[in-house]
């Protein structure tokens, strides 16, 4: 009789540590309570149509930019390559989106040039400006024309942080792109613990 209420306790105990449980402790910030950052439909580099949906049941990566970005992106890009490496196996649980902020020179083909060098599993998005500014709209992402760009020269000042969402699709991080590798991969690492 002793042992049953002994394990009821241990139960009892646990459902409250379970309930009590801190939320994770994240290097980024925890943007967990936004309501924004829904489905959409581009382009991708392969030329078929994408939704961010279609990734349900991975951690998915989000970076803003464009190809012909003279300082941010390609560094960007190179620091995601080096943090999915450090996934090992759990690299298949994640997806890197890079979403062009310029349309207009970034079409299919210009980022089938560009992305895959910096890792074959990355996927780069393009579409109508339309379609690309309702995409930055509703993740709160603001882009436009440097107007203090030379004559010939492509230059798109853009947000540049790096957004994530969890296995269910729902945006939880707003990381710098400045952040040390250590630290994503320590947030990646809780989001790709979490069920999908």
């Not at 939320?23 to 829904?38: H, L, R, Y």
């Amino acid at each position: 009789l002793i042992y049953r209420y002994l394990r009821q306790a241990v139960l009892i105990a646990a459902l409250f540590v379970a309930a009590c449980s801190p939320a994770p402790q994240f290097k980024s910030t925890d943007i967990s309570g936004v309501e924004w950052g829904g489905d959409f439909t581009l382009t991708a580099h392969t030329g078929k149509p994408v939704k961010a949906s279609d990734f349900h049941g991975k951690v998915v990566v989000m970076f803003f930019g464009y190809t012909h970005c003279p300082d941010v992106c390609s560094p960007a890009l190179v620091k995601l390559d080096q943090v999915v490496k450090r996934l090992g196996e759990s690299a298949r649980d994640t997806q890197v989106l890079f979403v062009t902020v310029d349309p207009g020179h970034d079409t299919v083909k210009q980022l089938a040039g560009f992305i895959p060098p910096f890792n074959p599993s990355f996927i780069g998005l393009t579409g109508s400006d339309k379609e690309i500014a309702a995409v930055a709209s509703d993740y709160k992402v603001a882009y436009g024309s440097n107007p203090q760009a030379k004559p010939g020269q492509i230059l798109v000042d853009h947000f540049t942080g790096i957004l994530v969402k969890d296995r269910k699709g729902k945006l939880r991080l707003l990381v710098k792109n400045d952040i040390a590798l250590d630290d994503l991969e320590h947030d990646l690492r809780i989001l790709l613990k979490e069920a999908s």
